[in-house]
C-alpha cells in the first residue's frame, strides 16, 4: 500500500487529491492546522472515523510556519508520496499579509524539502507552483516562459518553485513542479472570483442579496476544473523522472465572460447587478494567463475534460441548491 502526504488537504485540491488517492488504495495522511472550529467540510465523502477497521485517511495537526511539526509528520508518516498544496493562496490577499505568505508559500516549502532530504529518493515530491508566477509574461505561457511575478504570492511561489528546481539537482530527489492555471470547482472558497460570483448569483436568484462588488472586470484567466487537474499531480509523481508541467486548458476568458454564463444560468442580467469596488483592484494587475499544457499531453498522457462552461455551470447549480437548503432550514455546504 503506498502511503502519501498531503499539505493543505482541507483546500479544494486537498480533498479532490484524497479522494483520487484513497480511490487507488493509498493510505493518506493530511496535515491539518489547529484552529477553534473544524474545517474538514470538504472531506466528508471520505471522512473516516479511526475506529475503523480499513483506516486510511489519517489527519494530523501540522503548520508549515512550524518545522518541528513538519519534519515531526514526514518522519512519522514516512512517504512514498508527498503533495506540497498547502499556502496562503489568495492573491489580493498577499498584499495585505505578505510576510505571512512568504512564510507559508516559501519557507513553509523550504521545511518540506529540509525534512524529506533525510528520507531520499524513496519520496516522490509534488510542488504546488502556480500560473501566477507568469505575471506580466505575454500569454500563451509554457514551461520556458520566464517569470515576471505582480504579488507578493506570486513572488513566493517562485521562490518555492526554483528552490524545488535546486534540491532535484542538488540532492538528486524526485521533485516535480505543477504549474497549475486557475482551477476551480463547487469546493473553491468564497473569497474567490468563481466562487464569489456564483454564490452572489444564487442569492441574488432568492432574494438574499442585491448586489455583487468585484474589482477587474476585464482581466483573463485560463479556468479549468480541479478535479481534473489533481489527475495530472498523481501522473506527474508515477513518471520515471521529475520534470516540470503547465496544466491548463488552452482557454482564456475574462471575468465578464464568468458574469455571463452564471447569472444566464439562472435568467439574470449581470450588468444590474454587479458594481466595481476599488478596494478589489490589486497594486499590480496581471491581465492575461493562457497557459500551453503540450508537454502534460505529451508526456502524461493528459488532458481537460470539463469544459469553461461546463466549469461555472456546475459552481452556480451547486451554490443554488445551497442556498435553497438555506432557506428551506436545512444544513447547507460551506
Same mark, same amino acid.
Given at each position: 500500500?503506498?502511503?502519501?502526504?498531503?499539505?493543505?488537504?482541507?483546500?479544494?485540491?486537498?480533498?479532490?487529491?484524497?479522494?483520487?488517492?484513497?480511490?487507488?488504495?493509498?493510505?493518506?495522511?493530511?496535515?491539518?492546522?489547529?484552529?477553534?472550529?473544524?474545517?474538514?467540510?470538504?472531506?466528508?465523502?471520505?471522512?473516516?472515523?479511526? /475506529?475503523?477497521?480499513?483506516?486510511?485517511?489519517?489527519?494530523?495537526?501540522?503548520?508549515?510556519?512550524?518545522?518541528?511539526?513538519?519534519?515531526?509528520?514526514? /518522519?512519522?508518516?514516512?512517504?512514498?508520496?508527498?503533495?506540497?498544496?498547502?499556502?496562503?493562496?489568495?492573491?489580493?490577499?498577499?498584499?495585505?499579509?505578505?510576510?505571512?505568505?512568504?512564510?507559508?508559500?516559501?519557507?513553509?516549502?523550504?521545511?518540506?524539502?529540509?525534512?524529506?532530504?533525510?528520507?531520499?529518493?524513496?519520496?516522490?515530491?509534488?510542488?504546488?507552483?502556480?500560473?501566477?508566477?507568469?505575471?506580466?509574461?505575454?500569454?500563451?505561457?509554457?514551461?520556458?516562459?520566464?517569470?515576471?511575478?505582480?504579488?507578493?504570492?506570486?513572488?513566493?511561489?517562485?521562490?518555492?518553485?526554483?528552490?524545488?528546481?535546486?534540491?532535484?539537482?542538488?540532492?538528486?530527489?524526485?521533485?516535480?513542479?505543477?504549474?497549475?492555471?486557475?482551477?476551480?470547482?463547487?469546493?473553491?472558497?468564497?473569497?474567490?472570483?468563481?466562487?464569489?460570483?456564483?454564490?452572489?448569483?444564487?442569492?441574488?436568484?432568492?432574494?438574499?442579496?442585491?448586489?455583487?462588488?468585484?474589482?477587474?472586470?476585464?482581466?483573463?484567466?485560463?479556468?479549468?476544473?480541479?478535479?481534473?487537474?489533481?489527475?495530472?499531480?498523481?501522473?506527474?509523481?508515477?513518471?520515471?523522472?521529475?520534470?516540470?508541467?503547465?496544466?491548463?486548458?488552452?482557454?482564456?476568458?475574462?471575468?465578464?465572460?464568468?458574469?455571463?454564463?452564471?447569472?444566464?444560468?439562472?435568467?439574470?442580467?449581470? /450588468?444590474?447587478?454587479?458594481?466595481?469596488?476599488?478596494?478589489?483592484?490589486?497594486?499590480?494587475?496581471?491581465?492575461?494567463?493562457?497557459?500551453?499544457?503540450?508537454?502534460?499531453?505529451?508526456?502524461?498522457?493528459?488532458?481537460?475534460?470539463?469544459?469553461?462552461?461546463?466549469?461555472?455551470?456546475?459552481?452556480?447549480?451547486?451554490?443554488?441548491?445551497?442556498?435553497?437548503?438555506?432557506?428551506?432550514?436545512?444544513?447547507?455546504?460551506?
Amino acid at each position: 500500500m503506498k502511503r502519501a502526504l498531503i499539505t493543505g488537504i482541507t483546500g479544494q485540491d486537498g480533498s479532490y487529491l484524497a479522494e483520487l488517492l484513497l480511490a487507488k488504495g493509498y493510505e493518506v495522511y493530511g496535515m491539518v492546522r489547529r484552529s477553534s472550529s473544524f474545517n474538514t467540510e470538504r472531506l466528508d465523502t471520505v471522512y473516516q472515523d479511526p /475506529q475503523v477497521a480499513d483506516y486510511r485517511l489519517r489527519l494530523v495537526y501540522g503548520d508549515l510556519d512550524d518545522a518541528s511539526s513538519v519534519n515531526r509528520i514526514v /518522519q512519522m508518516a514516512r512517504p512514498d508520496e508527498l503533495y506540497n498544496l498547502g499556502a496562503q493562496s489568495h492573491v489580493r490577499v498577499s498584499f495585505d499579509v505578505p510576510e505571512y505568505t512568504a512564510q507559508t508559500v516559501a519557507f513553509g516549502t523550504l521545511r518540506l524539502l529540509e525534512a524529506i532530504r533525510e528520507l531520499g529518493p524513496k519520496c516522490r515530491f509534488y510542488q504546488a507552483s502556480s500560473s501566477e508566477m507568469y505575471g506580466a509574461a505575454a500569454p500563451p505561457q509554457n514551461e520556458a516562459t520566464p517569470f515576471l511575478p505582480r504579488s507578493p504570492y506570486a513572488c513566493a511561489k517562485v521562490f518555492a518553485h526554483q528552490l524545488c528546481q535546486n534540491y532535484r539537482e542538488a540532492y538528486g530527489l524526485f521533485i516535480s513542479c505543477g504549474i497549475l492555471f486557475n482551477h476551480e470547482s463547487p469546493r473553491r472558497g468564497i473569497p474567490f472570483v468563481t466562487r464569489k460570483i456564483t454564490r452572489a448569483a444564487a442569492r441574488i436568484r432568492h432574494g438574499l442579496d442585491k448586489k455583487l462588488y468585484l474589482g477587474n472586470l476585464d482581466a483573463r484567466r485560463d479556468w479549468g476544473f480541479a478535479g481534473d487537474y489533481v489527475e495530472a499531480m498523481w501522473l506527474m509523481l508515477q513518471q520515471d523522472r521529475p520534470d516540470d508541467y503547465v496544466i491548463a486548458t488552452g482557454e482564456s476568458h475574462t471575468v465578464r465572460e464568468v458574469l455571463d454564463v452564471a447569472f444566464g444560468t439562472l435568467g439574470l442580467d449581470w /450588468q444590474s447587478h454587479v458594481e466595481l469596488d476599488p478596494r478589489y483592484l490589486r497594486p499590480t494587475e496581471v491581465d492575461h494567463l493562457r497557459g500551453d499544457a503540450s508537454r502534460a499531453g505529451e508526456k502524461l498522457g493528459w488532458k481537460p475534460k470539463v469544459t469553461f462552461k461546463d466549469l461555472i455551470t456546475m459552481m452556480v447549480q451547486a451554490d443554488d441548491a445551497d442556498v435553497r437548503a438555506t432557506i428551506q432550514g436545512r444544513n447547507p455546504r460551506t
